[in-house]
C-alpha cells in the first residue's frame, strides 16, 4: 500500500511555472507506474501525464505535451509534474495516483488529496 501527498500548487499568471512534487509513502514506491491528473470545476478528472517504474517511459495528454514533464526520483519516493507555459485552461486541482500508466482514472489504485493550481490571464 502506498500514501501519496500532492504538494506545490499555487496561483500563477499565464506564461508561467510551477512544479508539483507527489510524496510517497512506503518502500515499495519504486515499483509503482504513477500518473498525473487534474479536475477542473463542473469537468470530469482528465489524464495529464504518466510514468513508468524506472522512470524512462512517459506519456502525455496532447493538451500538455511539451509543455508538461513528468519525472520521479525513486531514491526520494517522489514523483514531480514541471509545468511551463500554463495557460487559463491548466486551473484545477492536481492529483497523483498510482497503479498503472493508463488514461483511466478508474484503474488507479492509490490517490493523493490534490494540490490547486489557478493560472490567472
Known sequence: QVQLVESGGGLVQAGGSL??????SGRTFRTYRMGWFRQAPGKEREFV????WS???TNYADSVKGR???SRDNAKNTMYLQMSSLKPE???IYYCAAGTVV????LYNY???G???TVSS
Open 19 to 24: 512544479r508539483l512534487s507527489c510524496a510517497a
Open 49 to 52: 501525464a504518466a510514468i513508468n
Open 55 to 57: 522512470g524512462d517511459w
Open 68 to 70: 508538461f514533464t513528468i
Open 90 to 92: 491548466d486551473t484545477a
Open 103 to 106: 488514461r483511466d482514472p478508474t
Open 111 to 113: 490517490w493523493g488529496q
Open 115 to 117: 494540490t490547486q493550481v
